[in-house]
């Protein structure tokens, strides 16, 4: 699987990434480079064994469905790059049609 | 008492017995930290207000008869932990001009046991680095030589407490990012288990692996601080529920029925001929203290480094897609919101930040998700299994910490060889232990003319910190080598001056 091209363009377009060609070419180079060194894991054998997503014992977390203070809605705009009317302003969403 | 170079443990019973204010420590502390930092770089932000508002608050709780276990201790924080009303960068562009709207609880406890904020310690972007040289707003050195890095993510944290601009830290590892800058900067960096300190404004990077940590320049500081930030918090829901064991007064003095288990994978014979000697050293000091040396078997942890830099930047392309120029930090307009989007995080983030995203989501992508991220984390339950199994046989292992001493900057151009620094620090993480570093020697680095510290890692099973931090101080207690080493004489500005 190292082998394969990666498709970096795609991956950064997943990853809403803006790359230019030159970093397209240098990640690109670095991301099969470490591809290659994850291919050991192929050697580990993992056939009867369960994921792991984290460590200690977790259950679910709930708590009573009550109202507790948060932050005033003034002191989380103030970090808004563009904020209006007390929504943050973005460009254009829905394209034009024709 | 003189604040530079005390203890927190000297500074908080000198301030609660009265005998200095913390109004004095702040004032002694601001200049001095100025001085040294033009030098050093440690710090991002400086709060010479906030601190001496909390020393004013630390003053006022003492006259009304309170007792704080870190009252009047000059303490820096790692600028990934939000403090409200102070810019919180994460030493990225695109959150350079970013003000935390409120506080981490780990800093919020940390400031409530009487510690003042010195300020917001530089560290490697998004805490994704070895170094501290991925940082996009500061270049932190080495305060035993200056021409090396002091190690990272958590660079400025440890360079403060090391070069003596701070006398306690907090620090963030999610793969080594405490453990090996302390080694580095000649100071105790200790990582809980996984779920102790908990998370609540800590900015994300890799959430099934980060935790928050103490740096200080003694195990018995280092117990004091983690006493102060750890513990079950509602606000993060990975924190453990479980009962917190305070470890401050429970340090011993020697390793008697101690069983230390040596890793037969991690040979010394890997290391650099100086390097080796001073961990079998170390580990002959261990058995001196009355520990029984065992050899304890990890045959995955080879595999702890592929695991790693497949789970992390997993993590952490999901974590950092909530940078997107919409509701904070950096934003650069496009014709669409998509635009926007993709430009926003091209001018934002650094290059191992964009390359961890990268890897990240080729690891996610449909097709790859099983092969990779999947294997991954099955991966990881084994590493886990043979930690589990090597505690059958012993009570704590030791390790290096990191694979060599301090490098030079721009020494490591690959990312493959910056990644290799955590050899030792990664399989620990993966299986969530508590582990920390404390000094245990130095060794002349290849090129090098100077000696540079190294730290000696210990890890025990999971909820063990009064165990492990209780060894590591019996180790340093009978050793000392922190007070061998001395930093880089900028570092003491009556020093210089005196030079001249």
Redesign the interface.
């Known amino acids: 699987m190292a082998t394969e091209r990666i498709d970096v363009r795609g991956v950064a377009r997943l990853a809403r990434l803006a790359l230019s060609d030159d970093e397209i070419e240098r990640y690109g180079a670095q991301l099969e480079d470490l591809l290659k060194h994850v291919d050991d894991l192929k050697g580990l054998d993992t056939s009867d064994v369960a994921a792991t997503a984290q460590v200690i014992e977790s259950r679910n977390v709930t708590r009573p469905d009550t109202l507790v203070p948060c932050l005033p809605h003034e002191t989380v705009m103030a970090g808004a790059p563009q904020p209006q009317h007390g929504f943050f302003r973005v460009p254009k969403i829905i394209a034009e049609e024709g | 008492m003189e604040p530079v170079h005390a203890s927190a443990r000297e500074i908080a019973r000198a301030v609660n017995a009265r005998e200095v204010s913390a109004a004095e420590i702040a004032e002694t502390m601001i200049p001095h930290v100025r001085a040294v930092d033009e030098h050093l770089g440690a710090y991002l932000t400086l709060t010479p207000d906030l601190m001496r508002e909390h020393a004013r608050r630390v003053d006022a709780r003492i006259a009304a008869g309170e007792s704080l276990p870190l009252a009047g201790v000059p303490a820096a924080i790692k600028d990934n932990m939000c403090l409200a009303g102070t810019r919180t960068t994460c030493a990225s562009k695109i959150l350079a001009d970013?003000?935390a709207?409120?506080t981490a609880t780990a800093v919020a406890r940390l400031l409530d046991a009487g510690a003042l904020p010195i300020g917001k310690t530089n560290m490697d972007e998004f805490a994704m680095g070895s170094s501290g040289e991925n940082s996009a707003l500061g270049k932190t050195k080495n305060p035993y030589d200056l021409d090396r890095v002091p190690g990272g993510s958590s660079a400025g944290s440890a360079a403060a407490v090391g070069g003596f601009v701070a006398t306690i830290s907090t620090g963030s590892d999610t793969g080594g990012s405490i453990r090996e800058p302390a080694a580095f900067c000649n100071v105790v960096g200790f990582k809980p288990?996984?779920?102790r300190v908990s998370r609540y404004g800590l900015i994300a990077f890799a959430s099934?692996l980060d935790q928050i940590g103490p740096f200080a320049r003694t195990v018995e500081d280092a117990a004091l601080t983690y006493d102060a930030l750890g513990g079950h918090d509602?606000m993060d829901?990975?924190s453990?529920d479980v009962a917190f064991e305070t470890t401050a007064g429970h340090l011993r003095d020697d390793l008697r029925g101690v069983r230390v288990g040596i890793v037969r994978e991690f040979a010394t014979s890997d290391l650099a001929p100086g390097v080796a000697a001073a961990y079998e050293a170390a580990y002959a000091d261990l058995a001196k203290l009355g520990a029984e040396l065992v050899e304890v078997e990890l045959p995955?942890a080879?595999?702890g480094?592929?695991?790693y830099?497949?789970i992390a930047p997993a993590e952490c392309?999901s974590n950092l897609?909530r940078f997107?120029?919409?509701?904070?930090?950096?934003?650069v307009?496009?014709?669409?919101?998509?635009?926007?989007?993709?430009?926003t995080?091209?001018a934002g983030?650094g290059p191992e930040v964009?390359?961890r995203?990268?890897?990240g989501?080729?690891a996610l992508?449909s097709g790859?998700y099983d092969?990779?991220y999947?294997?991954?984390?099955?991966?990881?339950?084994?590493i886990?299994d043979d930690f589990r199994r090597a505690f059958a046989k012993c009570d704590v292992i030791a390790s290096p910490a990191a694979s060599s001493p301090a490098f030079t900057f721009n020494a490591k151009s690959d990312?493959?060889s910056m990644y290799l620094m955590d050899y030792y620090t990664i399989p620990v993480s993966?299986?969530?232990l508590p582990s920390l570093s404390v000094p245990c020697g130095s060794a002349v680095p290849d090129g090098g003319t100077r000696p540079m510290p190294l730290g000696l890692q210990l890890a025990s099973p999971?909820f063990t910190e009064r165990a492990l931090l209780g060894y590591a101080h019996a180790y340093e207690r009978a050793t000392r080598h922190a007070g061998k080493l001395a930093p880089d004489p900028h570092c003491h500005p009556e020093l210089v001056e005196g030079q001249r």
């Open positions: 970013w003000v709207p409120y288990t996984y779920g099934s509602p829901a990975t453990a995955t080879k595999y480094l592929s695991t830099y497949l392309s897609a997107d120029g919409v509701r904070y930090g950096l934003r307009d496009g014709a669409d919101v998509g635009e926007m989007y993709e430009k995080r091209a983030f964009k390359r995203i990268l890897i989501t080729y992508s790859y092969a990779y999947v294997k991954a984390q099955k991966a990881r339950t084994r886990a990312p493959y993966l299986a969530g999971l």
